[in-house]
Every structure is written in structure tokens, then in C-alpha cells.
């Protein structure tokens, strides 16, 4: 019994590992255009934010809970988790303009991460200067948030440069 399991597992994981790959290879636009969620895009992305808050994809995949800043409910966004130098970083793939952006700097910084638990969190935004490092880490860890960035898993960290401005990173802290 126990090999018979081990192997549906294995397969399971290959055909996760295979959905990952056609999907990271999908049409931006199928999801995004003008820097916004399409329909679908807005429908996967809650259907991944579930699965994300339950802990059922990778580790690094979390859901985001910050009021809005107009209508003060909550909004949960799907989001990548970035390691690098022993602490964690939210990168927005979509710019400075992205509602949950928007949402954070309104909210003073002041979210819930949900994972498999919910953990109260502080984002304190990282200072332009600071952040090519973490986004070249981000773009190594987020296939489908590649699509997004004028660089390659393979570039120097010289290369980020001329984009970090664009990309606002938050740094993930403890809250009481």
C-alpha cells in the first residue's frame, strides 16, 4: 500500500509540475491587460487565493487581507512569498498601481497573511534603492510573474537596475 501511494503522489506532483509549466506559458493577456486583472484573470486569482490561504500550493504562495481604501472591506489578493537575506518580501508584479498596492500604503502597512493560518503582519515598503536584489530573487521564484518584468532568471543584478522604481517591494514583519 505504501508504494502504491507513494507513486499516485508522484504523479500528482508531475501533473502539478505540468499545469505549472503550460500555464507560465499561457498569454499574458489572458490575465492581465493595461496593468489590470481581465475577468479571467479576476476569477483565477480568487480561485488561487482559496487554494493559497488553505495552504495547499507551495509555501511561497500566500493570500494577502488588507481593507480597501475606498470601501474599507476586505480584499484578499494571491501573492508570491520572496526570500532574501532571512526575511520575507512582497513584490508587486504589476507595478505601483496595483490595487493591493494602493490598498497597503492606505492601510499604513497593517495586512493578514493567510497561509494554511492567518498571521497579522506589518509591509514596510523598501526603499528604491534596496530592491534589486529581492526583485531579481522574485523573478526566480514566480514563473507566472515573469511575464510581467523587462528581465530574465538569467540576468545580472546590474539589469534590475533601471526597473526598480517601477516595482514596489514590501518587507513582511511581525505584528503584535
Sequence with gaps: MRSSTLKVLGAFAALIGVVVFV?????????????????????TNRA??????????????????????KS???TSTVLVLTDYNDEQYLVSMLGRDADWVRNVRAA???AYLRHGETRAVHLSEV???????????????????????PVTTKDPIEAYAPIVGRYPVFKIEARD
Design 23 to 43: 500555464w507560465s506559458r499561457l498569454p499574458l493577456t489572458l490575465w492581465y491587460q493595461h496593468g489590470r486583472p481581465t475577468r479571467f484573470g479576476k476569477f
Design 48 to 69: 488561487m487565493g482559496h487554494f493559497a490561504a488553505l495552504g495547499v500550493p507551495s509555501w511561497w504562495m500566500v493570500t494577502l487581507d488588507v481593507p480597501g481604501r
Design 72 to 74: 474599507g472591506k476586505k
Design 108 to 110: 499604513n502597512g497593517d
Design 127 to 149: 526603499p528604491v534603492d534596496e530592491r534589486a536584489p529581492i526583485l531579481q530573487a522574485y523573478v526566480k521564484r514566480a514563473p507566472g510573474g515573469r511575464k510581467h518584468f
